[in-house]
């Protein structure tokens, strides 16, 4: 039989699907259930149990994945909150890997169970991504806010390396674990377990600002990425804001997404099967169970491309600004912190340099 590396096979993929106008990747919250509530996390406004009953059912699930089939995607992934929290989740599982899904599964392993793990090493996902916000209890419950919570994540975390299951770690660096980030790199390493921490924190779909407080300042940031290597220094950023400030406009300068939005590469679908434009902007939304395939894929490559070239209409500083172009500010953070698309992020200018 004939092998093919996976990045080949990746890019093979995705571009038969563009020509076919069929999406490649399908992220579906399965639930925005959660057994922690992290002060950062931009859901945790949906972990109620009020809220999880409107969820859809076992039987609506399987035809929302029969669905996504259609469409030709191949990559499928369950996200949450955490979706490892619902009862019929081994269930959903294998009925996607049935269909010859691609499947990656995001939890914070605190209800990996061994009936789980038993499953995923007989049919493993493609990768589980873990989050690990803390190396020590006191940290890692400061952040989920659920006593007993750690010895519950390093219980999975074991269970899915005596297992060899394919895993991926990450951490969001906040002001309450920052301290600890060299550790939870070091504790990773000595097991060879791929990591990432990321500081970008927005906030949450109900417009609450409480993650914002959690930012980290730009010598901290830098400082982590000193620790991995990355050449974000403050030399080199002050080299990229000079580049930036005597670089002159784009005439392109008006467009107001300068991001993947509306590439119509994949699709969002949160926990009441809507299907949405990106993780930050949830309008508009088309009922992905209640839609036909036509609906669905005009929306997919024809109205969220459409927004994706708006243009800014307003007086905006971000419209005339020579360091959009390095600014982690997007319109999606920009509307859940201020309502506005269009508006700055103050905490961003600051990042780079510009205040």
Known sequence: MKTIQYKNFSLKT????????NPNVCQFELTFKCGLHCR?????????????????????VKTLIDKVFDLGVLWFCFTGGDPLERP?????????????????????????????????????????????NGATKETYEA????RGSFEKAMRGLELMLKYKLPLKVKTMATKQNFKEVLEIKEFLDERNIMFRPSSLLHARLNGDKGPCDLR????????????????SSKDDENHKTKQAKNKPLPKSNNRLFRCAFGSSDGINIDPYGNMF???????????????SPRKIKEAIFKTYPAMAHAEFETDSKCRSCSYIDICPK???KALLETGDMEARINDFCKLIGKD
């Not at 931009?42 to 009953?53: G, R």
């Not at 434009?277 to 839609?291: E, G, Q």
Request: aromatic letters at 10%.
């Open 40 to 60: 950062h996390c931009y859901s945790d406004c949906y972990n109620k149990p009020s809220l999880v009953k409107k969820e859809l059912n076992t039987s609506q």
């Open 216 to 231: 980290l300042s730009k010598d901290e940031i830098n400082e982590i990425d000193k620790m991995f290597g990355v050449k």
């Open 88 to 132: 019929d989740f081994l269930e959903l599982y294998a009925y996607a890997k049935e269909k010859g899904f691609i499947v990656t599964v995001f939890t914070s392993g605190i209800s990996l169970t061994k009936e789980i793990v038993k499953v995923f090493t007989k049919t493993p996902p493609f990768v589980i991504e873990m989050t690990l």
């Open 277 to 291: 434009p990106c993780s930050c902007i949830r309008k508009p939304v088309v009922n992905f169970l209640n839609s």
């Open 330 to 332: 997007c319109p999606g």
């Open 14 to 21: 995705h571009k038969n699907n563009w020509k076919a106008q």
């Open 143 to 146: 952040v989920t806010r659920v």
